[in-house]
């Protein structure tokens, strides 16, 4: 039983939709559920017509709201002892919260893993509500049988803030299926960009975390010393409308796509993938930029330089505007190494985050919670 607490566009959904369809329905009834996406988000499921079947849970969604909380809890309780699954498998803050106390409630003696696909720990709260997450995911890590997260440094970062206990951490890094690379002058004609100018591209979600004003400052240093670039930015969410007001001065210079369901072509027309967050996981950004031969610029945080290799498949940097702004006009004004940097991350990519290695690490981890944890899984020639 999977629990996600929304399938907005982004890493987390992506990585749920390709172990439905992808896990050995031989050895494991795997049933997913989820709440409602908010209003300035893009559904993943409704976008991609995925064929697995979805259960919606009434309340669960990305808000904190104690009757909509208290609702969601009610309902997975119901549906766990209709169900009874040897394993659930949470995701997300809100979903990890609400499914872990419904198993304890349920009295359904399922095993309990729980995926950090970053973490909350910086950039997101007060002091006071930083110490209050953390003595819930204390709390909460206390009632799981496996930690799981998609970089080294997020499970450290996880350890230091004395989030569970070394030996309950796993980590498995995210896995894609890269998407049939269009021809990029082609893809450049899809969106309305020249074919014969500079590009970076901003893929993911238009929020504070995110940094999209960084994105734009960077933008405008980079045009004073390249003012032909053009600068694609795909995604939306919250800071959508902020976004679009203060890129009009530059209005010339950007194109504002809003979500898509063909990035693949965002990928193909850009010369560099810019993150300019304050907080990662291991995005997803980067993985599929890697995949399509894209070199990044990024900022060094959370699991990212375990995605990018500084120097060789990409730039990382500080948090600084010019650090970052210096980087994206070496990679566009040198396209020999652009160019090797971008077959570096291609190769990189496509041996250490293929959907093939999630599929098998996550079965894996199924598989060994029937022998390390105590719980009686398996009915004989059953599935687990």
């Given amino acids: 039983m999977e629990i996600i607490a929304r399938l907005n566009v982004g890493g987390p959904a992506t990585q749920v939709m390709g172990l439905c369809a992808r896990l050995n329905p031989e050895e494991f009834e795997h049933r997913l559920y989820a709440g409602q996406v908010d209003e300035d988000e893009a559904d993943h499921f409704e976008l991609g017509q995925a064929a697995t079947r979805l259960h919606?849970?009434?309340g669960l969604g990305r808000a904190v709201k104690a009757g909509d909380d208290l609702r969601a809890l009610i309902w997975l309780i119901r549906a766990m002892r209709e169900f009874r699954?040897?394993?659930?498998?949470t995701r997300t803050a809100k979903a990890g919260a609400l499914g872990r106390m419904a198993v304890r409630f349920a009295g359904v003696g399922?095993?309990?893993v729980h995926v950090f696909h970053g973490h909350l720990l910086h950039g997101y709260f007060s002091p006071a509500k930083r110490r209050l997450y953390v003595l819930s995911e204390r709390l909460l890590a206390s009632m799981s049988d496996r930690l799981v997260t998609v970089g080294s440094k997020v499970r450290d970062d996880l350890l230091d803030a004395k989030i569970g206990r070394p030996e309950q951490y796993v980590v498995i890094p995210p896995g894609v299926h890269p998407a049939k690379a269009p021809d990029r002058e082609a893809a450049r004609a899809r969106l309305g960009i020249p074919p014969d100018v500079p590009v970076v591209a901003y893929v993911g979600r238009l929020t504070t975390i995110k940094r999209p004003d960084r994105f734009l400052s960077v933008a405008e240093s980079v045009l004073r010393r390249l003012p032909e670039c053009q600068f694609v930015v795909c995604g939306g969410g919250d800071l959508a409308s902020v976004v679009e007001r203060s890129s009009e001065p530059l209005r010339r210079s950007f194109h504002l796509l809003g979500w898509r369901k063909d990035v693949e072509y965002v990928y193909a027309a850009a010369d560099v993938v810019l993150l300019t967050s304050d907080n990662e996981g291991t995005p997803l950004t980067l993985i599929e930029a890697g995949m399509a031969g894209v070199p990044v610029v990024s900022t060094r945080v959370g699991s990212v330089a375990e995605v990018v290799q500084d120097g060789k498949t990409g730039l990382l940097?500080?948090?600084?505007?010019?650090?970052?702004?210096a980087h994206t006009v070496r990679l566009l004004s040198d396209q020999a190494l652009a160019i090797q940097m971008g077959q570096a991350a291609r190769d990189w990519t496509t041996g250490a985050f293929g959907?093939?290695?999630l599929v098998a690490d996550?079965?894996?981890l199924y598989r060994s919670l029937c022998t390390s944890t105590g719980h009686r899984f398996i009915a004989e020639g059953g599935k687990r």
């Fill in 362 to 364: 996550t079965e894996d």
């Fill in 110 to 112: 399922s095993a309990r």
């Fill in 56 to 58: 919606r849970v009434p």
């Fill in 85 to 89: 699954p040897h394993i659930v498998h």
């Fill in 317 to 325: 940097a500080s948090t600084d505007v010019g650090e970052l702004a």
């Fill in 355 to 357: 959907l093939e290695r």
